[in-house]
């Protein structure tokens, strides 16, 4: 089992950057992702890393947010530049086990308690 604690979020002015931090418990060289969800929508897949450290990204935050690990540290991060209102959500990462590549479009069998970001106007 892998628990993941989430941590960064906060509230910035657009144009704004911030850092999401996300522990695991134990080594995770799986399949990891950042996730949103805003009120009143569905969750969405934000940006995706795969065990060789190979990235993909949803089309509205590509160039403007980046997504790493450090597996020493059994780390993820998101760096969010350039924050848009729209970007305001309740962010969360996520683990898979058992899948190490074509991380995006599955199932995410791990979750963290989330961390908000909100970006004023």
């Known amino acids: 089992q892998v628990q993941l604690v989430e941590s960064g979020g906060g509230s910035v002015q657009a144009g704004g950057s911030l850092r999401l931090s996300c522990a695991a418990s134990?080594?995770?060289?799986?399949?990891m992702g950042w996730f949103r969800q805003a009120p009143g929508k569905e969750r969405e897949g934000v940006a995706y890393i795969d065990s060789d450290g190979r990235t993909s990204y949803t089309d509205s935050v590509k160039g403007r947010f980046t997504i790493s690990r450090d597996n020493a540290k059994n780390t993820l991060y998101l760096q969010m530049n350039s924050l848009r209102p729209e970007d305001t959500a309740m962010y969360y990462c996520a683990a898979r086990t058992n899948r190490k590549f074509a991380c995006s479009g599955v199932v995410y069998s791990y979750w963290g308690q989330g961390t908000q970001v909100n970006v004023s106007s």
């Open positions: 134990g080594s995770s060289r799986n399949c």
